[in-house]
C-alpha cells in the first residue's frame, strides 16, 4: 500500500537543514485507541530492509513481529494477481536489462497520470516468472541492493501459502492487509481484479479464516468487496485508503464525481465512509501535518472524528530514514540514516492521538513503538 499520490516517495526530496530540536515525542495524556492493542502492518513486506514485495521482505517482516503484512496486487494479462506495488515494474524488477522484453517498454495513463515503462498486463504469469526483483530505492537503501536478483516476482496465491507456511511455523496467526490496485484502470484494460481476488481468497482456507483487511484507494470495488469478503471471511475488514486531501478518488473522477478525498475527511464524509467501509488509511501527514521543511505542525482532528463515525485509523507509511521523519526528530547522522529512536518517537506520538494502527517498511521499529521495548 501507498499514497495514491506518491507520496512515499517524497521523503527521498525532503532534505533541508537539520535545526534545533525542542519536541517532546508524547502528549500529557494519550488518546484512547478503539483498538485492543495498535496494529502494527508490515508495508510491502519488511521494505527498509529487503527489496519490497519478495518472500525475503514478507520473511523479515514477519520475522520482525508484524502483526499483518501487505501485499499491494496488480494483475497479468493473462489475469492472475502478482506482488507488485505498481503494474509499472521497471523500478522493481531487471525487465529493463532483458533483450527479450525491450519492444514492450511503452507509455501509459494510469489514474491520469502518464508513466513510461514495462507492464505486468503486458507479460503473462510464466513471462514474468523470468523475471528477477530488485530495490525500488536503491539510493536511500544501498544495503537492499545486496538481495538484487534473489528473488522473483511472487503470486497472491504464493504470498499466501507462505503466510500460511509461517504462522503454522511459528504458532502465531499472521494477518494479510492487501491492496486492490487501480481498479478503474484494469476494467478499462478488461481486466476483472476484484472478482479474481474473491476466488483466491475463497479457495485458501488460511485467508477464509485469518485476519483480513482489504484495501483501495477507489470507492466503487469498495461497496463490492465490502459484503462479499465478509461472507468468505466474517472477520474481515475493508478499508478506505486517502490520498491527498485535493485529489479525487481515481473512480469517482473516471464519472465526473468531483468529491475530493478531502471533503471524504470532513465529519459528514466520514459517515458516508462507514457504510461501506471499516477502517479508513490516511497519510500520516493527514494526522499531522508538515510544513515546506518537513517539520510537524498542529495535529488536525482527523482521528478523532474518524472515531465519532465508527471508523478504525490505520495510517501510512512510517519510515526509519532521517530524510523521512519529521523535521523535529531527525538527527545529525545524514538524510539516508537510520534513525531507530526518532523513528520510534513518531510512531508512538501517532499511538497517542490515538492510531489503531500504522503501516510500517521497519515492523521491528514498529514493535518496540507498540510493546514499549
Not at 290 to 319: E, F, M, N, S
Request: charge should be neutral.
Amino acid at each position: 500500500m501507498v499514497s495514491f499520490s506518491r507520496r512515499s516517495l517524497l521523503c527521498a526530496t525532503l532534505a533541508m537543514p537539520v535545526i534545533a530540536r525542542g519536541f517532546k515525542a508524547s502528549s500529557a495524556q494519550a488518546t484512547p485507541s478503539l483498538a485492543p492493542k495498535p496494529l502494527v502492518f508490515a508495508h510491502r513486506g519488511c521494505s527498509a530492509q529487503r527489496p519490497e514485495h519478495t518472500l525475503g521482505s514478507y520473511a523479515k517482516a514477519i520475522a520482525d513481529g508484524a502483526d499483518f503484512v501487505e501485499p499491494d496486487l496488480v494483475p497479468t494479462k493473462d489475469g492472475v494477481l502478482v506482488c507488485r506495488h505498481e503494474s509499472n515494474i521497471v523500478e522493481t524488477s531487471d525487465v529493463a536489462s532483458r533483450p527479450e522484453f525491450a519492444n514492450r517498454r511503452r507509455t501509459m495513463v494510469i489514474d491520469g497520470r502518464e508513466e513510461n515503462g514495462w507492464f505486468t498486463t503486458d507479460f503473462t504469469l510464466a513471462e514474468l516468472k523470468t523475471l528477477r526483483a530488485r530495490e525500488r530505492l536503491p539510493q536511500l537503501r544501498p544495503h537492499n541492493t545486496r538481495y538484487n536478483g534473489r528473488f522473483d516476482i511472487p503470486t497472491f496465491e504464493e504470498m499466501i501459502d507462505f503466510v500460511a507456511a509461517e504462522s503454522a511455523a511459528r504458532g502465531r496467526i499472521i494477518g494479510i492487509i492487501p491492496e486492490v490496485k487501480n481498479s478503474t484502470h484494469f476494467h478499462a484494460l478488461g481486466l476483472d481484479p476484484e472478482t479474481r481476488f474473491l476466488e483466491v481468497i475463497a479457495a485458501h482456507d488460511y485467508t477464509r479464516q485469518a485476519p483480513l483487511e482489504v484495501q483501495s484507494f477507489e470507492t466503487g470495488n469498495l461497496h463490492k468487496l465490502n459484503k462479499a469478503v465478509k461472507e468468505i471471511n466474517p472477520q474481515a475488514r475493508v478499508m478506505f485508503l486517502m490520498g491527498e486531501r485535493n485529489q479525487i478518488p481515481p473512480d469517482l473522477l473516471a464519472k465526473g464525481d468531483k468529491t475530493t478525498f478531502g471533503q471524504l475527511m470532513t465529519p459528514e464524509g466520514l459517515k458516508h465512509v462507514r457504510t461501506y467501509a471499516d477502517v479508513i488509511g490516511p497519510s500520516l501527514t493527514d494526522l499531522i501535518p508538515r510544513d515546506g521543511h518537513g517539520a510537524w505542525q498542529k495535529p488536525t482532528t482527523l482521528i478523532d472524528d474518524a472515531h465519532a463515525a465508527g471508523l478504525l485509523v490505520h495510517a501510512y507509511t512510517c519510515r526509519p530514514e532521517n530524510i523521512c521523519l519529521p523535521l523535529q526528530l531527525r538527527n545529525n547522522d545524514g538524510d539516508t540514516a537510520r534513525n531507530i529512536p526518532g523513528s520510534v518517537a513518531e510512531m508512538r506520538r501517532y499511538l497517542d492521538m490515538g492510531l489503531d494502527g500504522f503501516f510500517t517498511d521497519d515492523p521491528a521499529i514498529g514493535r518496540q513503538a507498540v510493546d514499549g521495548i
